[in-house]
């Protein structure tokens, strides 16, 4: 990780947008009675904090690990409005471990604003965990693929209840992978088609600077899997890793021919895409201004309508 760029650090005009940003929560609040809410859906932000003293890390994560220091939803918030965004979801960071009270309290901070992916522990009761925190506004679970070998890590009695509990409750999956471990996902997806499954950052294809054809075969093979949708995000870390990432159309050609629009969202992965020699704006930008073939309708599901389904319909 790099260090923070001055964009992390709130100026006045900044603030002011903040400000702002933080009154969406009211509006949205008394436009989702009457009307649908505007704006674009950032699908996969992660928020924390340098107040370790209220949230504290999980053990054995290091302070040095959080690069920026800081990165809240004001702060996020700067980047995102001017942007067009409105609505954001977050992913637990991984600093706090099963510890999601910061998630969950920034989305009680600005309602209507936030959805949440929480991490659970799946081998402690993880179906009532997860009702739980549905009932505070979480929509989706992450599945971490880590070191368990990536035929088997779906396998546990606690995966097999999270995902039975998933296809019950309309809760998501949402699965940060490389591509290996696809073909353990698409046969969790034949035992319970009714799951959403989220796969994260085109499934890392592309995260060593070459986007191999057998990777993104099989990426968009779980297109057959028809609760399976798959995040446009994180183009400052695929390809050529350079804005405007304009390398990353053909791939993503690709997966609008296999799941369709509706089955695409876009996202950031911020902080990340704000460092350093990227910009909120370069990711907005490459769905909204650079792939000539998407439509105006593909741009509508991508930047926003994809992820409401998911994400903000209960």
Same mark, same amino acid.
């Given at each position: ?9 709130? #100026?006045?005009?900044? !603030?002011?947008?903040? =400000? ?19 704006? /674009? &859906?950032?699908?996969? $932000? ?9 949230y504290?890390? !999980?053990?054995?994560?290091k $302070? #040095? ?19 067009? +965004? ?9 600093? /706090?471990?099963?510890?999601?009270? /910061? ?13 949440? +992916?929480?991490? &659970? ?30 035929? %088997? ?11 039975k =509990? ?8 949402? =699965? ?20 959403? +499954? ?6 890392? $294809?592309?995260?060593?600077?070459? &986007? ?5 075969? @099989? ?8 609760? %399976? /949708?798959?995040?446009?995000s ?6 050529? *890793? ?9 791939? %993503? *050609?690709?997966?609008?021919?296999a799941?369709?629009p509706?089955?695409l969202?876009? @996202? ?5 895409? +704000? ?7 370069? #990711? ?11 439509? @105006? ?5 991508l930047?926003?309508?994809?992820a ?7």
């Amino acid at each position: 990780m790099s260090t923070p760029d001055a964009s992390l650090r709130i #100026s006045r005009r900044q !603030a002011l947008a903040v =400000c702002a940003a933080a009154g969406v929560a009211t509006t949205l609040g008394a436009a989702e009675k009457d009307e649908p809410p505007t704006g /674009y &859906i950032d699908a996969h $932000v992660h928020v924390w904090t340098p107040d370790l003293e209220k949230y504290p890390l !999980a053990p054995g994560r290091k $302070v #040095s690990e959080m690069q920026p220091a800081s990165f809240t939803p004001e702060q996020l918030m700067a980047h995102a409005k001017p942007a067009g +965004v409105s609505r954001v979801v977050l992913i637990q960071m991984s600093f /706090y471990g099963f510890d999601n009270r /910061y998630m969950l309290d920034t989305m009680a901070r600005f309602p209507g604003v936030f959805s949440g +992916v929480a991490v &659970i522990d799946q081998q402690a009761k993880p179906v009532e965990e997860m009702r739980r925190l549905a009932k505070l506004g979480v929509r989706g679970f992450r599945l971490a693929l880590g070191s368990r070998p990536a035929d %088997t890590w779906l396998d546990s009695d606690g995966m097999q209840a999270m995902w039975k =509990c998933g296809a019950e409750d309309g809760l998501a999956m949402c =699965c940060l992978v490389n591509p290996d471990a696809l073909p353990s996902i698409a046969r969790m997806c034949r035992k319970f088609p009714e799951t959403p +499954v989220v796969i994260d950052h085109f499934a890392r $294809v592309g995260a060593g600077g070459e &986007i191999r054809e057998a990777d993104l075969d @099989a990426l968009c093979g779980l297109a057959k899997h028809k609760r %399976t /949708y798959v995040k446009v995000s994180a183009f400052y870390a695929l390809g050529k *890793k350079q804005p405007p990432y304009s390398d990353l159309g053909p791939m %993503t *050609k690709r997966l609008l021919e296999a799941y369709g629009p509706e089955r695409l969202m876009w @996202a950031t992965d911020c902080p990340y895409q +704000v460092n350093p020699g990227h910009t909120y704006a370069d #990711s907005v930008a490459l769905i909204r201004d650079k792939l000539a073939f998407l439509t @105006a309708e593909d741009k509508e599901w991508l930047l926003r309508k994809t992820a409401e389904l998911v994400y903000f319909t209960a």
